[in-house]
């Protein structure tokens, strides 16, 4: 599918006689596929990292949050947060792998894997910048 829009981008771009750079044709079919629905699969809505379960957890809704999603729900105790995002439901799950790794996996609440992949890979490219980021507790 990428190879397709990388095609399709310099053949227009060839027709038009518009000089562009192969940097801003992949930048262009790479920001196309983020926001463009397509089927995703489980293996892409799931990622493990070497953090507790709590600092996972704390950093996805932060996540959540910084992308300007709309958070519906939030358990703690279960480690899931309900959102939406592109106009649909999504389920984010904190999961304990051991005592220093645990499993984000961001779900869509219907079952329809079709959506922008830009959603999950946003909340992960958030949580991979702040992994070194200690949790503070805020005094009131």
């Given at each position: 599918m990428?190879?397709?829009?990388?095609?399709?981008?310099v053949?227009a771009i060839?027709?038009?006689g518009?000089s562009v750079s192969?940097?801003?044709?992949?930048?262009?079919?790479?920001?196309?596929l983020?926001?463009?629905?397509?089927?995703?699969?489980?293996?892409?809505?799931?990622?493990?990292?070497?953090i507790?379960?709590?600092k996972?957890?704390?950093l996805?809704?932060?996540?959540?949050?910084?992308?300007k999603?709309v958070?519906?729900?939030?358990?703690?105790?279960n480690?899931?947060?309900?959102f939406?995002?592109?106009?649909?439901?999504?389920?984010?799950?904190v999961h304990?792998?051991d005592?220093n790794?645990?499993i984000l996996?961001?779900?869509?609440a219907?079952?329809?894997y079709?959506?922008?992949?830009?959603i999950i890979?946003?909340v992960?490219?958030?949580?991979?910048?702040?992994l070194?980021?200690?949790i503070e507790e805020?005094n009131?």
């Amino acid at each position: 599918m990428e190879r397709i829009i990388k095609y399709f981008t310099v053949f227009a771009i060839l027709l038009s006689g518009i000089s562009v750079s192969a940097e801003e044709i992949s930048a262009s079919a790479q920001n196309t596929l983020l926001t463009t629905p397509q089927i995703i699969s489980f293996e892409q809505c799931t990622k493990k990292y070497e953090i507790p379960v709590e600092k996972l957890f704390f950093l996805t809704l932060s996540s959540i949050n910084a992308n300007k999603f709309v958070i519906e729900e939030i358990q703690s105790r279960n480690g899931y947060i309900l959102f939406y995002g592109a106009n649909r439901q999504f389920l984010a799950s904190v999961h304990r792998v051991d005592s220093n790794s645990s499993i984000l996996k961001i779900v869509p609440a219907n079952n329809n894997y079709y959506f922008p992949l830009g959603i999950i890979t946003n909340v992960q490219k958030y949580i991979d910048l702040n992994l070194t980021t200690k949790i503070e507790e805020l005094n009131k």
